[in-house]
């Protein structure tokens, strides 16, 4: 609207100009600098005001000197220049990013939320902000979906987000969003994310807690860079001090000191788990680990091959190979050869082995192999004249060797056969001086066989030369096949196990609850028949699974101990003994053969152990034989004279030595594993792999505390029928 003459002269009347001088003092530079700061720079709620520098409102400002001004100029002046106004904000300073409202609004964020990538916290839609890269996912380009509030990326990395969104888009960058209102590259794409899911994801730890004070101008704690290094005031030589930062992942809290003028920091220190109390027999035997490991080596060749061996060993002597060499009822300590099996049993083994080697050649070893086992046939137990036998075998081997012109070192090698070792020097306890020692032609013989340990090299070497025949090749051969084909039945039997449960659960349910409305969900009480029934058939997949692990054993194609600890401690556990197979074996045929009636196993012969026996440690089958010394208790000896304390120093000079040491209760065997898993760090939840010793001789001890414990049970093969017997009386 235009300005009247009266209205532009009752305007200039109201106005008053004063003439200010300039100031006959210096000016300081602050102030001449502050007077000269551009508008753009002023915040924009900051109403302008007039002054010398700005904008003339009319053609009466610009006059130097007060004069009449005419009523042209007035008309002129209100026409062509308009009246002031306040300026918009946009014409002082560009609108700062604003994001929209996300549609996942609620009363607690107004503005919607979202997730952050380091906190994984819910935060406020403009406390955050979005990566702005371009990432190549499944074949197709997708933003980045990282999200960072304000407080994780100014802590952790050193960056606002607020001037990172004012600084708009950058137009060369690439691989960025089009129409993104401003350029972000989030640490996850460059690769510094310190979050716990990326440093998972490569391997390394979580970092801890970073909510350090500041404190005398230092920078946050963390890989954090400073954006703005210029506006960090640099600390004189005084305030110079460091503080270190302990990250560790335990929950346990330690306040750790710092400098003068420096912020405290709480830090985390790992806490080390106690190790566990172990309860350590000793067995009472004198081998040292090479006598019982050929022992071991014995048993588990003969309970392998047995079916294969003609004549084979009598089952009522396969028990004698349980006692690997302990000392007897009222026997001394000072035995110079520890007890091994009787004479019979002896003298089964090498005609078993001997029958194998009839079939190993077609006519250089047939004719004195077959003589031998008919000579030891039509003699008694005796091993003076068994032995007398065999090395008469070897020397007509030998000489049809020497008398061939064919290249027999193959054969040499194979039936090398060595004497037998030496008897103790007490060999009248052990026999007595009759005919039985002397060989058939009424002379005394060079080496007399008064215990039946003696004849422990004769055998080994007899079963290294069968271990080429034809019969133990095949054996191994068929018995992977046969383990292969065991497991297969028994995963179906359990398969099938659980399905006739899972229907039978549901009847017994469903006439319990009655008919229930679709889409409701009903917590039952579950009767007591139910709660038997489904402990029934827990039991029953645990005794197929066990039996299956029990028999195994019998097919494998070679035995080995447990493993080896960082000390050089050897750890064994020998196979359960023939009655348990034959028992687990007659379980499975009785479980897989279909019929609706799984009959309880009968069998003859023990298939459990005593625990007079297992705490004895003379069933080696029974218990985890270790060879070495004690773990260390970490005790110091107590100093001082007399009896109790001279017996404690006698006592650890024992435990210092090597020798052999029984675990045969369950718990002890966890807690043999667990010592060996705090003391060497090895993850609970890791993978045993071979080429992890350690964490399979941990995985091995446990399995076997675990079938252990289910041996003992005297129930391990109650029949469904003997189970339903007990629910009726129940």
Same mark, same amino acid.
């Given at each position: 609207m235009a300005a009247t003459p009266g209205s532009a002269?009752?305007?200039?009347?109201?106005?008053?100009?004063?003439?200010?001088? /300039?100031?006959?003092?210096?000016?300081? =530079?602050?102030?001449?600098?502050?007077?000269?700061?551009?508008?753009?720079?002023?915040?924009e709620n900051t109403p302008l005001r007039p002054s010398n520098g700005g904008i003339p409102r009319s053609i009466s400002d610009m006059s130097p000197l007060k004069r009449k001004v005419s009523q042209h100029d007035l008309a002129a002046s209100d026409s062509t220049v308009p009246v002031p106004k306040k300026q918009k904000i946009a014409e002082i300073r560009a609108v700062p990013y604003q994001p929209t409202v996300a549609s996942n609004a609620c009363p607690e964020f107004p503005n919607g939320f979202v997730y952050c990538h380091q906190c994984s916290r819910k935060r406020d839609v403009f406390a955050a902000i979005h990566c702005s890269s371009v990432t190549i996912s499944k074949g197709a380009e997708k933003r980045c979906l990282a999200k960072y509030c304000g407080s994780c990326l100014k802590n952790r990395y050193g960056e606002d987000a607020r001037e990172i969104q004012s600084c708009g888009m950058k137009e060369t960058e690439n691989g960025r969003v089009e129409h993104a209102p401003y350029t972000f590259t989030c640490p996850k794409c460059r690769d510094i994310c310190n979050c716990r899911g990326c440093r998972r994801a490569k391997g390394l730890e979580p970092t801890g807690n970073f909510n350090l004070r500041k404190a005398a101008g230092s920078a946050v704690a963390g890989s954090r860079v400073s954006s703005n290094k210029s506006s960090v005031q640099k600390p004189t030589k005084d305030s110079k001090q460091k503080v270190e930062v302990l990250i560790t992942t335990t929950p346990s809290k330690k306040h750790i000191a710092t400098p003068s003028g420096v912020a405290s920091v709480e830090t985390t220190v790992p806490k080390k788990q106690p190790l566990p109390t172990l309860k350590w027999t000793a067995v009472p035997t004198m081998l040292d680990t090479e006598d019982a490991k050929a022992r071991f080596q014995i048993r588990e060749f003969v309970l392998r091959f047995a079916s294969v061996m003609e004549p084979t060993v009598p089952k009522t002597q396969f028990a004698e190979l349980e006692d690997v060499g302990c000392h007897a009822r009222g026997q001394s300590d000072d035995a110079e050869m520890a007890p091994w099996v009787s004479e019979a049993c002896v003298r089964?083994?090498?005609?078993?082995?001997?029958g194998m080697l009839a079939d190993k050649d077609g006519g250089s070893i047939e004719k004195p192999v077959a003589s031998a086992i008919r000579e030891i046939r039509a003699t008694g137990s005796n091993l003076n004249k068994i032995w007398f036998i065999? /090395?008469?075998?070897?020397?007509?081997?030998?000489?049809?060797?020497?008398?061939?012109?064919? +290249?027999?070192?193959?054969?040499?090698?194979?039936?090398?056969?060595?004497?037998?070792?030496?008897?103790?020097?007490?060999?009248?306890?052990?026999t007595r001086t009759t005919r039985s020692a002397r060989d058939p032609s009424g002379s005394q013989s060079a080496i007399v066989i008064a215990h039946s340990a003696q004849m422990i090299p004769i055998v080994e070497a007899l079963i290294e030369a069968s271990l080429t025949t034809t019969a133990v090749r095949e054996e191994l051969e068929s018995g992977v096949k046969e383990a292969k084909e065991m497991t297969r039945e028994v995963k179906d039997c359990i398969k099938a196990e659980n399905e006739k449960w899972d229907a039978e659960r549901k009847e017994l349910e469903s006439t319990q609850q009655g008919e229930a409305k679709e889409g409701e969900r009903i917590r039952t009480k579950i009767s007591h028949a139910i709660k038997l029934r489904r402990a029934a058939h827990k039991r029953r997949v645990q005794s197929l699974e066990n039996a299956l692990k029990v028999v195994l054993p019998g097919f494998a194609p070679r035995f080995a101990p447990l493993g080896t600890d960082s000390e050089g401690r050897v750890f064994w556990a020998l196979s359960p003994g023939y009655h348990e197979r034959k028992a687990a074996l #007659?379980?499975?045929? /009785?479980?897989?053969?279909?019929?609706?009636?799984?009959? =309880?196993?009968?069998?003859?012969?023990?298939?459990?152990?005593?625990?007079?026996? =297992?705490?004895?440690?003379?069933?080696?089958? !029974?218990?985890?034989?270790?060879?070495?010394?004690?773990?260390?208790?970490?005790?110091?000896?107590?100093?001082?004279?007399?009896?109790?304390?001279?017996?404690?120093?006698?006592? #650890?000079?024992? #435990?210092?030595?090597?020798? !052999?040491?029984?675990?045969?209760?369950?718990?002890?065997?966890?807690?043999?594993?667990? !010592?060996?898993?705090?003391?060497?760090?090895?993850?609970?939840?890791? #993978?045993?792999? +071979?080429?992890?010793?350690?964490?399979?001789?941990?995985?091995?001890?446990?399995?076997?505390?675990?079938?252990?414990? !289910?041996?003992?049970?005297?129930?391990?093969?109650? +029949?469904?029928?003997?189970?339903?017997?007990?629910? =009726?009386?129940?």
């Open positions: 002269a009752r305007r200039f009347t109201q106005q008053v100009y004063v003439d200010v001088p /300039s100031s006959p003092y210096p000016i300081p =530079r602050s102030a001449s600098i502050a007077k000269s700061v551009p508008a753009n720079m002023l915040k089964s083994i090498i005609l078993g082995l001997l065999v /090395s008469k075998m070897r020397d007509a081997i030998n000489a049809h060797t020497a008398s061939t012109s064919q +290249s027999t070192t193959e054969l040499e090698t194979v039936l090398s056969i060595p004497d037998p070792l030496p008897p103790p020097a007490n060999a009248a306890v052990y #007659d379980f499975i045929a /009785s479980a897989t053969s279909g019929s609706k009636e799984s009959k =309880r196993p009968r069998y003859k012969g023990r298939v459990s152990a005593e625990d007079e026996d =297992r705490s004895a440690t003379k069933e080696w089958s !029974w218990f985890v034989a270790v060879w070495g010394t004690k773990f260390p208790v970490g005790r110091k000896r107590v100093e001082g004279k007399g009896k109790k304390n001279a017996a404690e120093d006698e006592s #650890d000079d024992e #435990d210092a030595d090597e020798r !052999w040491w029984g675990f045969y209760e369950p718990g002890d065997i966890r807690k043999l594993a667990d !010592w060996i898993r705090l003391d060497a760090g090895i993850d609970p939840h890791g #993978d045993a792999a +071979s080429d992890k010793p350690l964490a399979f001789l941990v995985k091995g001890l446990n399995e076997y505390a675990a079938l252990l414990e !289910w041996r003992l049970k005297e129930n391990r093969y109650e +029949s469904p029928a003997v189970e339903e017997t007990t629910e =009726r009386r129940v």
